[in-house]
């Protein structure tokens, strides 16, 4: 798809990404790098006997494979400054081997005051292979304005680090 730009976005337009399975591997690797290493998500033996039955994904794991899918359909691929805000519902949980699919639609859309970039408003719901709602919300992105690309500063260097 090709990338869209702040003034590009439509509100009610509606968007499907592909799908993606969560593996175990993925939950153990948000662990380490998250840190919460929950015997919900790392210990089956533990887990059977939650009210889940078995382990589970991390929380936000699930909010950064919803994010993902929405980067790999290059809506705002060269375009996203900022996730700005979010809101977001847990519904379901979500299990080693779910498949899941996000749907998109454009529910806002608004300049900022300077005239580099607008702020645009996804409602975004996260389905697993059962087409059951697991997770759902709200995310609004700082996405470039067509106009402004020759306004925006470029950063050639890391603040902090020297490129010797």
């Given at each position: 798809?090709?990338?869209?730009?702040?003034?590009?976005?439509?509100?009610?337009?509606?968007?499907?990404?592909?799908?993606?399975?969560?593996?175990?591997?993925?939950?153990?690797?948000?662990?380490?790098?998250?840190?919460?290493?929950?015997?919900?998500?790392?210990?089956?033996?533990?887990?059977?006997?939650t009210p889940?039955?078995?382990?589970?994904?991390?929380?936000?794991?699930?909010?950064?494979?919803?994010?993902?899918?929405?980067?790999?359909?290059?809506?705002?691929?060269?375009t996203?400054?900022?996730?700005?805000?979010?809101?977001?519902?847990?519904?379901?949980?979500?299990?080693?081997?779910?498949?899941?699919?996000?749907?998109?639609?454009?529910?806002?859309?608004?300049?900022t005051?300077?005239?580099?970039?607008?702020?645009?408003?996804?409602?975004?719901?996260?389905?697993?292979?059962?087409d059951?709602?697991?997770?759902?919300?709200?995310?609004?992105?700082?996405?470039?304005?067509?106009?402004?690309?020759?306004?925006?500063?470029?950063?050639?260097?890391?603040?902090?680090?020297?490129?010797?």
């Open positions: 798809m090709k990338p869209l730009w702040f003034e590009d976005f439509v509100v009610g337009a509606r968007y499907e990404t592909e799908s993606r399975m969560v593996s175990s591997s993925d939950i153990e690797s948000f662990a380490a790098v998250s840190g919460d290493h929950n015997p919900l998500h790392l210990d089956e033996t533990y887990a059977r006997g889940f039955g078995g382990r589970i994904a991390h929380g936000v794991l699930g909010l950064a494979v919803a994010t993902g899918l929405l980067n790999q359909l290059g809506l705002t691929r060269g996203l400054l900022a996730l700005a805000g979010l809101r977001w519902d847990f519904r379901a949980a979500i299990y080693p081997g779910d498949v899941l699919r996000a749907d998109l639609v454009v529910v806002g859309a608004r300049p005051r300077g005239d580099d970039a607008g702020l645009v408003r996804l409602a975004e719901r996260l389905f697993n292979q059962h059951v709602l697991v997770q759902e919300g709200e995310l609004t992105m700082l996405v470039r304005r067509r106009d402004a690309v020759d306004t925006l500063p470029v950063r050639t260097t890391t603040p902090g680090r020297s490129d010797d």
